[in-house]
């Protein structure tokens, strides 16, 4: 072992390191000659020099009094006794520093030879060693503490950090700022300051970017950060304290500064602990805000697949199995799913029109790394026909060690259908275009003329013409030779207006004139210049040959409305004329152009009018015609007859608006009816010629056969006057009844009224009796009348009703004689009755002359249709009775009964 080991072994203080070795080197270390008691005898050795002048030149006798007062503890008693000790003792040193030794004393003759290193170091060392562990644990104890505190009370327990270390550091500020992401430049993350410090730094601060020119410092030499004046750019964080900041390295370079304010450092930390603190507290906080940030990004993620209807997948080859983001499986309805699942089971989810495709991308995906992107729909079970769509997209990772294979799917069924629908908008959109009548068109302005650069597909369905055979030159050539002056004319107003509307008619391929409407717009550049003109072609032939059509046949229609022998006219439902024709005109003798304004009513009586008014109330839009015959009060004229037809024009309430009408003048065949009426009448009463005879011959022969009594009595003079009073009355009674008979027939043989009455029809069953009953009497036959015990009345004429009642009776009467000639012992009878019900009165008439032979029942109402010698029977009997029944809105029927006709008149009652 040599000397030095030895010194630094006691220098160690190594047990057992003092009895080895001889005494170090003279020169080296301090060396003092002691006596027995301990008096310093002499001082030498390289350390003398370090001691104080004032020991060195003039030291104490004693060495307990020339060592500082704590060694001096430590060398009680004599140097003697000191042997074998390990002796720690301190000198005042130069500039009242203190010089530490360590040494050991051992016999030199009568004295003792004391030997003394300088340990200083030694011990520095030492406390610095302590220091950095307590600064080491304190660094561990905060760094654990960080990492585990919850996340909510980060800040928190790192500001308590700073307060300790600004505490046992004695710094009055203290932050750590970290790079903010979002603006690259530096933020305080937390500050503390002390009580009685002014806050250099706020929680949050912006301290800009003058941080970043320490970055460059491969390692933080303080001294050199120290201060405002060394570096100018820090003056913006230090301002003009002193201090110092440290910073925290990760890979990418400085990632947090620990700065400490209104501080110069303390010798006993070194840079190197100051860097360790620095870590201690960057590099868990540094985590533990990423794991916040991977934390929020998480969540961020995991909303947003919610929200979205997507999630991540990851391809796992090894298993051949699908791992899916819960948000995906939810929204794929598999929430009880397991979150792995086989491939070929998840392809089942798939709609099978995608399944192959997407599965064979799934492949290249896995074996060539080909980035998948496809749009796939899912298979649904329910009848739901909307599809939904995923967009799959997915790519290989390459890690160091290891290959993923990743993917989202995204839920795109609304842009997807939106998609579709809007394809198959534009798909219809363009079919309608290239199929539609409208043509697209583009013309290029080229110096004064436009040149057609553009058609749209619809062109050549349309004319058959394609965009060559329809350029410039060749476009006037098609527009028909009497509208090209137009088609010029457009193309100037065009140019001059921006925009034109115009018609003409262009040849097709096949030489067909098509009527085009050309609807165009001009469209100029930034300066005003003409650029083109956009424009559309619509093929209007049908509506324009249609318009034609309709405006001839509207002129057909009037030159047939004007011309028409009828009535033509519209008036308001109020009957206020509105139009009428020249004949309405005509037989109003008023002027056509007159007629606006008049009211039919004008020419109607009281009666017709309101009959008239009626009629038109009851016109619906289900039943707009009614036809009527009216009778009009004509100037000059005897009445007029008019069959009248009405339509009623209503809008969409089912208001009458209007009533369009067309008439014809009646007046002729209604007279003739009237005559033929009359003639049957005169027929019938020449028929009842002899009956009637009868009757006025019965009075007569009763008159006849009192005068010859009167006048015997007279001639043999017992004529008194009681015997001639009751004979006159006899007399006056008979041409009383003959004057009925004769008043009656003068009454019948009169013309109907014009206007239907009221009346009672027993009055015409009394006098059709009052006429026939004594001839029917005097010919055998048995009349049976019913007595009505009610009175009803109906609407028409009297007159004509005994007219339609003596045919019947006066027909009975001939079948029945005619009848009785065969069947001698026939009792012929005539029965007539009446009864009625609430809305019909019908009377009876009845014989029983066998009734008529089926085969001509149909036809006895036929006019001129009789079975009586030529002659005899007009055949008009029936035919009247059946047109005066109708007349009054009533029915004449016939059946055969048990014993012969029977005949019915069917009146519809107007009252009681
Ligand atoms: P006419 O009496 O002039 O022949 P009508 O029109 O009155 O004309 O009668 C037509 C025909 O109807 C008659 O010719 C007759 O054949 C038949 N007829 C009418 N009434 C009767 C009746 N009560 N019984 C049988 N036949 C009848």
């Avoid at 008439?845 to 006019?863: K, S, T, Y």
Wanted: hydrophobic share 40%.
């Amino acid at each position: 072992m040599s000397p030095t080991d030895n010194l630094f072994g006691r220098l160690l203080g190594r047990p057992g390191a003092l009895d080895l070795g001889p005494p170090a080197a003279p020169g080296m270390g301090l060396h003092l000659q002691l006596d027995q008691r301990g008096h310093v005898l002499s001082i030498s050795g390289s350390l003398r020099m370090q001691l104080a002048p004032r020991v060195r030149n003039e030291p104490p006798p004693l060495l307990r009094e020339l060592v500082c007062r704590d060694s001096a503890l430590c060398i009680e008693g004599h140097p003697a006794d000191w042997q074998q000790q390990s002796l720690d003792l301190d000198f005042l040193g130069l500039a009242d520093q203190v010089l530490h030794t360590r040494g050991w004393v051992e016999p030199n003759g009568d004295n003792w030879a004391l030997h003394l290193l300088d340990i200083s170091d030694l011990l520095g060392g030492k406390r610095r060693a302590q220091d950095r562990e307590q600064n080491h644990q304190l660094a561990c104890q905060m760094s654990e503490q960080l990492r585990v505190c919850s996340l909510s009370r980060l800040p928190e327990v790192f500001n308590e950090h700073l307060r300790s270390l600004a505490q046992r550091w004695h710094i009055p500020c203290v932050a750590l700022a970290l790079l903010d992401e979002e603006d690259q430049g530096w933020r305080v993350y937390s500050g503390y300051a002390a009580h009685d410090a002014p806050a250099l730094w706020q929680t949050g601060q912006h301290l800009g970017t003058c941080l970043d020119s320490a970055n460059g410092n491969a390692t933080l030499r303080m001294d050199t950060l120290r201060g405002r004046s060394d570096n100018p750019r820090l003056h913006s964080v230090f301002g003009n304290t002193e201090g110092f900041l440290v910073p925290y390295r990760d890979g990418q370079g400085v990632a947090a500064w620990l700065l400490c304010g209104f501080y110069s450092g303390q010798p006993h930390t070194g840079e190197r602990d100051w860097l360790n603190l620095a870590a201690a507290l960057a590099a868990p906080l540094l985590s533990r805000l990423r794991e916040q940030r991977h934390h929020q990004q998480l969540e961020r993620v995991e909303a947003l697949q919610g929200l979205l209807g997507t999630g991540w997948w990851e391809l796992l080859p090894a298993t051949r199995e699908i791992q899916l983001a819960p948000q995906l499986l939810h929204s794929l309805s598999l929430e009880d799913g397991p979150t792995r699942q086989a491939l070929a089971q998840w392809l089942q989810l798939i709609h099978p029109a995608d399944r192959q495709a997407l599965n064979s991308r799934l492949h290249d995906l896995q074996a060539l790394g080909k980035p998948l992107l496809t749009s796939v729909r899912l298979q649904r079970s329910d009848a739901d026909h909307t599809p939904i769509w995923y967009r799959v997209q997915g790519q290989m990772l390459d890690g160091d060690d290891s290959r993923r294979w990743i993917g989202f799917m995204l839920d795109i069924s609304d842009i997807k259908n939106q998609q579709l629908e809007t394809a198959a908008a534009h798909a219809r959109l363009d079919n309608l275009i290239a199929s539609s009548p409208a043509v697209i068109y583009v013309q290029r302005y080229l110096s004064g003329a436009l040149h057609p650069t553009f058609f749209s597909d619809s062109l050549m369905p349309l004319l058959g013409w394609t965009l060559a055979e329809c350029n410039h030159d060749s476009l006037a050539s098609l527009i028909h030779p009497d509208d090209r002056d137009l088609y010029f004319e457009r193309s100037r107003q065009l140019l001059r207006e921006g925009t034109v509307r115009s018609r003409y008619r262009v040849r097709d391929k096949q030489g067909h004139y098509h009527w085009l409407l050309d609807e165009a717009k001009l469209l100029r550049d930034d300066l005003g210049l003409p650029v083109e003109a956009v424009g559309l072609w619509l093929d209007v032939t049908d509506a324009t040959l249609a318009a034609e059509q309709i405006k001839q046949s509207e002129e057909r229609y009037r030159i047939l409305v004007e011309d028409s022998p009828a009535m033509i006219c519209r008036y308001r439902p109020d009957l206020t004329l509105t139009f009428g024709n020249t004949p309405l005109a005509n037989h109003l003798e008023r002027s056509p152009a007159d007629l606006q304004g008049l009211n039919l009513g004008h020419w109607l009586s009281d009666e017709q009018r309101q009959a008239f008014v009626q009629r038109i109330n009851q016109l619906t839009p289900e039943f707009p015609v009614s036809t009527a015959e009216i009778s009009l009060e004509l100037p000059g004229r005897e009445h007029a007859w008019w069959v009248w037809s009405d339509r009623g024009v209503f809008d969409e309430h089912g208001t009458l608006l209007e009533v369009q009408a067309v008439g014809r003048d009646n007046s002729e065949v209604r007279r003739s009816q009237q005559q033929l009426t009359q003639s049957a009448k005169m027929a019938t009463l020449g028929e009842m010629a002899t009956g009637l005879a009868h009757e006025i011959n019965q009075p007569l022969n009763v008159m006849r056969m009192a005068i010859v009594n009167v006048l015997k009595r007279l001639s043999n003079g017992t004529a008194d006057a009681a015997y001639l009073t009751e004979k006159l009355q006899r007399i006056d009674a008979q041409v009383q009844r003959a004057a009925r008979v004769v008043d009656h027939m003068r009454v019948f043989g009169r013309r109907s009224e014009i206007e239907q009455q009221l009346f009672d029809p027993s009055q015409a069953v009394h006098g059709t009796l009052s006429l026939l009953s004594d001839s029917l009497k005097a010919k055998g036959v048995e009349l049976r009348i019913v007595p009505t015990d009610f009175t009803v009345q109906v609407k028409g004429y009297v007159d004509q009703l005994e007219q339609v009642l003596i045919n019947l009776m006066v027909n009975a009467r001939d079948a029945l004689l005619s009848h009785r000639e065969k069947h001698p012992q026939l009792q012929p009878w005539i029965a007539l009755h009446c009864e009625h019900d609430r809305c019909h009165v019908r009377i009876w008439v009845e014989d029983n002359a066998g009734g008529i032979d089926p085969r001509l029942l149909e036809r006895i109402f036929e006019p001129f249709f009789t079975t009586k010698p030529i002659g005899v029977g007009t055949g008009l009997g029936l035919s009247v009775s059946y047109g005066i029944v109708e007349n009054m809105g009533g029915r004449l029927s016939v059946a055969n009964a048990e014993e012969g006709a029977r005949f019915c008149v069917e009146l519809p009652v107007m009252g009681g």
